[in-house]
């Protein structure tokens, strides 16, 4: 029988200063190997102040599943018996400090397509930035949405499997559940391992996926404006010399170019057609017109 446990099977009892110590020894010594180390360090009794922490932990405490597994593992992330939390896609590794140090291992299983579309579509337009998103700045509607249970963003128990080196038969021992809130504490600090842990990219929530404007405001595609050369001759109309009549100034014969004194310099073999005034072209049309010459004049008389 290992001498960690008692005649009654039971490990011995550790107080919470041994188990600190050990914890401590255990971080010092990983450390000095060049193994990088995150322990999770709780402040005062509660775990999680962000809405990602405590959504977290909320979501664990509703579940009946978990409700009689939980208070151990509580006390024991706040004593600081977690050494080392590291979360990774659909993978969490840490080690918990108890009559041993333990090493465990949670998987939680990756959202899946269907459901995140639909969460996504759900909350579309009402998250303006990735920087409100993981600050949880957003409406009740959208923390319901992400919060619900079984199609939110946060696993149910199905979709949590666990692994711990303790002794314990437990189905979820403490130093599983310790992991578990240690999990939320560390959300507080980097909202975005949830999305990591879920193997989703959180910016799909910030997406806009209405249809954006109604069609009135949509500027028109490129190929189907016509240019002001086009319309002119088309039209066979002047677009540009309107302004010449309305300063007074006369317009140019055909076949000049405008100076740059009024209109700015024409492009260059531009033809502008002179604009005319309805009085102008009454007047015009009233004139008689001349007689045509005759095509052969008459020949001089000979010998006069």
Same mark, same amino acid.
């Given at each position: 029988?290992?001498?960690?446990?008692?005649?009654?099977?039971?490990?011995?009892?550790?107080?919470?200063?041994?188990?600190?110590?050990?914890?401590?020894?255990?971080?010092?010594?990983?450390?000095?190997?060049?193994?990088?180390?995150?322990?999770?360090?709780?402040?005062?009794?509660?775990?999680?102040?962000?809405? !990602?922490?405590?959504? !977290? +932990?909320?979501?664990?405490?509703?579940?009946? *599943?978990?409700?009689?597994?939980?208070?151990? #593992?509580?006390?024991?992330?706040?004593?600081?018996?977690?050494?080392?939390?590291?979360?990774?896609?659909?993978?969490?590794?840490?080690?918990?400090?108890?009559?041993?140090?333990?090493?465990?291992?949670?998987?939680?299983?990756?959202?899946?397509?269907?459901? !995140?579309?639909?969460?996504?579509?759900? +909350?579309?337009?009402?998250?303006?930035?990735?920087?409100?998103?993981?600050?949880?700045?957003?409406?009740?509607?959208?923390?319901?949405?992400?919060?619900?249970?079984?199609?939110?963003?946060?696993?149910?128990?199905?979709?949590?499997?666990?692994?711990?080196? +303790?002794?314990?038969?437990?189905?979820? +021992?403490?130093?599983?559940?310790?992991?578990?809130?240690?999990?939320?504490?560390?959300?507080?600090?980097?909202?975005?391992?949830?999305?990591?842990?879920?193997?989703?990219?959180?910016? *799909?929530?910030?997406?806009?996926?209405?249809?954006?404007?109604?069609?009135?405001?949509?500027?028109?595609?490129?190929?189907?404006?016509?240019?002001?050369? *086009?319309?002119?001759?088309?039209? #066979?109309? *002047?677009?540009?010399?309107?302004?010449?009549?309305?300063?007074?100034?006369?317009?140019?014969?055909?076949?000049?170019?405008?100076?740059?004194?009024?209109?700015?310099?024409?492009?260059?073999?531009?033809?502008?057609?002179?604009?005319?005034?309805?009085?102008?072209?009454?007047?015009?049309?009233?004139?008689?017109?001349?007689?045509?010459?005759?095509?052969?004049?008459?020949?001089?008389?000979?010998? #006069?």
């Amino acid at each position: 029988m290992s001498s960690y446990y008692s005649y009654e099977g039971w490990a011995p009892y550790v107080s919470v200063a041994e188990r600190r110590r050990k914890a401590e020894r255990e971080i010092k010594k990983l450390r000095k190997k060049g193994q990088p180390i995150s322990p999770v360090t709780i402040e005062g009794r509660v775990i999680a102040t962000s809405f !990602w922490g405590k959504a !977290w +932990c909320k979501n664990l405490e509703d579940y009946r *599943d978990y409700e009689s597994r939980l208070p151990r #593992g509580r006390t024991y992330v706040r004593n600081g018996s977690v050494v080392d939390l590291q979360i990774a896609p659909l993978e969490v590794r840490a080690m918990v400090s108890g009559s041993s140090i333990y090493q465990v291992t949670i998987g939680i299983a990756a959202a899946s397509k269907a459901q !995140w579309r639909a969460l996504c579509r759900d +909350c579309a337009g009402a998250i303006d930035s990735l920087v409100e998103l993981l600050q949880g700045r957003f409406s009740k509607a959208v923390m319901d949405r992400i919060c619900r249970q079984d199609t939110g963003l946060f696993p149910r128990p199905s979709e949590i499997r666990f692994h711990c080196s +303790c002794p314990d038969s437990a189905s979820m +021992c403490k130093h599983v559940a310790a992991v578990l809130y240690g999990v939320g504490s560390r959300l507080d600090e980097k909202p975005e391992l949830l999305f990591l842990l879920r193997a989703v990219d959180g910016k *799909d929530l910030t997406a806009d996926l209405s249809g954006a404007l109604p069609l009135a405001k949509r500027a028109p595609a490129a190929a189907k404006v016509l240019a002001t050369e *086009d319309l002119s001759a088309l039209f #066979g109309l *002047d677009l540009d010399g309107g302004d010449a009549v309305a300063d007074g100034h006369e317009p140019e014969a055909p076949g000049t170019a405008k100076t740059g004194q009024h209109r700015g310099t024409a492009k260059p073999g531009a033809i502008r057609r002179p604009v005319r005034s309805a009085q102008a072209a009454a007047a015009t049309a009233a004139r008689p017109k001349p007689r045509a010459k005759s095509a052969a004049r008459r020949s001089p008389r000979a010998g #006069g």
